[in-house]
């Protein structure tokens, strides 16, 4: 962190604010809009609040399969991140395969 920059802590994550990641613009031109926006949620939320992020997802029909441009899902991507696990469980629960 920065050291000019505030630390947050217990910082308030409404449902709004959770599903204003469903209309982040991709992080790359030609990136897949749904693993764009899942990686955005898993870089930036906790898990309980990744996990709210999740179901608006699937409620919108969107592919927790999606594939960056190496042709890796989410979970591919994250499998090896150490503190990666309750977010691997979020998508597994919601019917995430690989």
Same mark, same amino acid.
């Given at each position: ?25 991709? %992080?790359? &031109?030609?990136? *897949?809009?749904?693993?764009?926006? @899942? ?8 898990? +309980?609040? /990744? ?12 592919? %927790?399969? &999606?594939?960056? *441009?190496?042709?890796?899902?989410? @979970? ?8 990666? +696990?309750? /977010? ?11």
């Amino acid at each position: 962190m920065r050291p000019d920059k505030p630390k947050v802590v217990d910082e308030v994550w409404d449902d709004e604010r959770i599903r204003a990641f469903l209309r982040k613009a991709p %992080l790359a &031109a030609g990136l *897949d809009p749904d693993f764009s926006a @899942l990686l955005y949620a898993y870089r930036s939320m906790r898990p +309980e609040d /990744f996990r709210t992020f999740i179901g608006h997802f699937r409620a919108a029909g969107r592919n %927790l399969e &999606a594939e960056n *441009d190496q042709g890796e899902t989410l @979970l591919q991507v994250i499998a090896s991140h150490r503190l990666a +696990e309750p /977010f691997r469980q979020a998508m597994l629960n919601a019917g995430a395969e690989r």
